[in-house]
C-alpha cells in the first residue's frame, strides 16, 4: 500500500488541551500539503481553520468531547455551532454511562439529534472500545447502524487506550453496510496504519502519520 493511499484515509489531529493556534494552522498546513482526508481539531480553532484554508481541505471536529457525559442538547448546539463555523465532519462521544445501564433508546436518539442536525455532513460516532466489553461493542455497532450515522470509531485518544486490530474487525463482523469505520488512538507506524485500513478501516484518526512521512518523532495521538 502506498504512503499516498495511507495519507488519503487520514483525519490528521491535533486535540490536546494545550494546543495553540500557531500549532493547528501547522496541521492544516500538512494536511493540504499530505492531501489527508481531513484535519480533526478543537471546536474553537474552527472558524479559524476554515477561513485559513478557503475549502482546501475538510474540517472536522469533536462533540461532548473527550467523555461523552453532557446533556443531547449541548452537544446538539455544539454540533450546529460548529457546522456553522464550517465543520464538515462531526466526530460525537456516546454517553458511556447510559451504555452501561443499557439505555439503549436513549443513545440511539442522541446520535440520531446529531445526524439531523449534520444534514449531509459526515458524522462519526465516538464509542472509547478500552471502556466497553465486546458484548457492548457489537450493541454499540447495531445502534450506530440502526440511528444512521456514517461512521462507528473507536477511541478519542484520551482514555487508557486507543484502536485496536481486533476492536476493528469485530466491527466489520457486526456493522451495518452503509457504516464505515474509524480507528482512532495509538496508530504510531505506517505498518499499523496500512493494517488498520486491510482490516476494513476507512478513516484513521492519528497526529504521527505525517509526523513519521516528515521523519520526526512519531508521538502523539
Keep these: 500500500m502506498s504512503k499516498n493511499t495511507v495519507l488519503k484515509h487520514v483525519d490528521h489531529t491535533l486535540l490536546l488541551q494545550t494546543a495553540t493556534w500557531d500549532e493547528i494552522r501547522q496541521i492544516c498546513d ?7 482526508a481531513s484535519v480533526c481539531i478543537p471546536p474553537c480553532y ?3 481553520a476554515y477561513e485559513y484554508m478557503e475549502g482546501r481541505m475538510a474540517v472536522c471536529t469533536v462533540i461532548g468531547f473527550p467523555n461523552g457525559n453532557t446533556t443531547t ?9 460548529a457546522i456553522a463555523n464550517g465543520a464538515s465532519e462531526i466526530d460525537m462521544v456516546i454517553n458511556i454511562g447510559w451504555l452501561k445501564e443499557k439505555k439503549y433508546d436513549l443513545i440511539e436518539e442522541e446520535i440520531r439529534t446529531l445526524k439531523e442536525a449534520c444534514g449531509d455532513r459526515i458524522l462519526k460516532v465516538i464509542i472509547e472500545t478500552c471502556l466497553l466489553t465486546d458484548e457492548e461493542k457489537v450493541k454499540m455497532c447495531q445502534i450506530v447502524t440502526d440511528a444512521g450515522a456514517d461512521y462507528i470509531k473507536t477511541s478519542t485518544g484520551f482514555s487508557n487506550a486507543g484502536a485496536t486490530f481486533d476492536d476493528i474487525a469485530l466491527f466489520a463482523k457486526h456493522i451495518g453496510p452503509s457504516v464505515k469505520m474509524k480507528a482512532a488512538g495509538g496508530i504510531s507506524s505506517m505498518e499499523d496504519a496500512e493494517k488498520f485500513l486491510s482490516l476494513g478501516a476507512d478513516r484513521l484518526g492519528t497526529s504521527r502519520i505525517i509526523k513519521i512521512v516528515k521523519n520526526e518523532e512519531a508521538t502523539g495521538y
Design 30 to 36: 500538512d494536511a493540504i500539503k499530505y492531501q489527508t
Design 73 to 81: 442538547g449541548t452537544k446538539e448546539f455544539e454540533t450546529k455551532e
Design 46 to 48: 474552527v472558524k479559524q
